[in-house]
């Protein structure tokens, strides 16, 4: 027994990984699970409190993750380096608007552009806090969660599967955040163009899910013969023979027209959620943000509009005549917009980046 070398720690694997966490922890946490991991914290001041902490600083280890890109440590104890090669880290937090700043203290460090956000407003009178049946809320989301992971077996055992949008499907994406791109500029200048580029890639992924989750809903998802239309299908360099003894391990991945508008429909609420949240925080590009209220007014207006429909739109959206009339000469004045060949008309400038 002696002579024998003493046994290696096991690795601490674990898929919900404490958001109370050290720098290095964190990592360790990570890489122990193959860099697969799931942070949810009900208060974000946890987080906050953690990574400006002495031993903090994990805001990049969070922000590389978005990227799956390879994280890494080096400790001169022991000559310790350790590495995982992808990273695949979600994180699901809630807080109060004053945890916002705490959390993402800057636009500029790019924690805000990767977040998705959703703000609820308060409760404004009592409802009845009583179930009038006997719903067992805790079993509930226990069978949902043991149904996904089988879900998720199904899906690893299966090998790649890619996303592919139809030309027409990329053309629409394409125009929509097009749009948005140009009406972050009229609220908040660059300000927003890192957000609208990260929320495109989060709306991809969300549609990743989607279509996934509604090929499986087919009996024989991953049988070609069997299940044609479940829009699942071989990659294109899969062999034949591969194909006919349903050896495949790269499959292509499409989503059906209403799944993808459904989806699609969510880039301008969490467009709107965004802009609220980037209220809270300090300004860094200009010296005075536009609110929510003119992006949404000037959103309604179109490439080119009137004085007179701007005063319109906004008495009918509850905004006063002399505050749309500052907004539409500060745009004016920035040149965000210029005056048309018309009297009175207004067109909005081609965006640069």
């Known amino acids: 027994r002696a002579k024998v070398d003493a046994p290696e720690m096991p690795a601490n694997k674990m898929f919900i990984i404490s958001g109370n966490n050290t720098g290095t ?10 860099g697969i991991g799931f942070i949810c914290e009900s208060e974000a001041d946890t987080l906050s409190t953690a990574i400006n902490a002495d031993h903090g600083h994990w805001s ?38 004053s945890q916002v700043k705490s959390f993402i203290p800057t636009t500029e460090d790019g924690a805000f552009s990767r977040q998705l956000f959703y703000y609820l ?125 349903n050896i495949i391990t790269r499959w292509k991945l499409a989503i059906t027209p209403d799944d993808f508008h459904a989806v699609l429909r969510l880039a301008e609420p969490l467009y709107r959620h965004a802009t609220h949240i980037l209220s809270f925080l300090p300004s860094t590009e200009i010296s005075r943000r536009s609110n929510a209220d003119r992006d949404f007014l000037f959103s309604q207006l179109g490439d080119r509009f009137t004085r007179a429909q701007m005063i319109e ?10 505050t749309a009339i500052t907004w539409l000469k500060r745009l004016t004045k920035r040149g965000i917009l210029v005056k048309g060949d018309g009297n009175g008309v207004y067109e909005r400038a081609c965006v640069r980046v």
Not at 62 to 67: I, S, T
Not at 78 to 90: L, N
Not at 134 to 156: A, C, H, P, R, S
């Open 121 to 245: 407003y308060g409760i404004d009178q009592w409802i009845n806090q009583f179930l009038e049946d006997d719903l067992d809320l805790e079993e509930i989301f226990t069978n949902l969660g043991l149904e996904w992971k089988k879900e998720v077996e199904q899906i690893k055992a299966h090998g790649i599967h890619t996303l592919c949008l139809t030309e027409e499907q990329k053309k629409e994406f394409n125009t929509q955040f097009s749009h948005l791109f140009q009406r972050s500029s009229i609220a908040n200048g660059r300000e927003m163009y890192s957000s609208i580029a990260r929320l495109a890639v989060n709306l991809c992924r969300i549609m990743s899910i989607v279509a996934l989750l509604r090929a499986l809903e087919s009996p024989h998802p991953y049988q070609v013969k069997n299940a044609p239309s479940s829009g699942l299908t071989p990659d294109k360099g899969i062999p034949e023979d591969n194909i006919k003894d």
């Open 25 to 34: 922890g964190i990592l360790q946490n990570i890489m122990d699970s193959d």
């Open 60 to 97: 990049d280890t969070l922000r590389k993750a978005f990227d799956h890109d390879c994280l890494s440590y080096n400790r001169r104890t022991d000559q310790e380096y350790r590495e995982v090669k992808k990273s695949y880290i979600s994180l699901n937090i809630s807080g109060t608007p």
């Open 313 to 322: 739109t906004a008495e009918a959206i509850g905004i006063k005549k002399n």
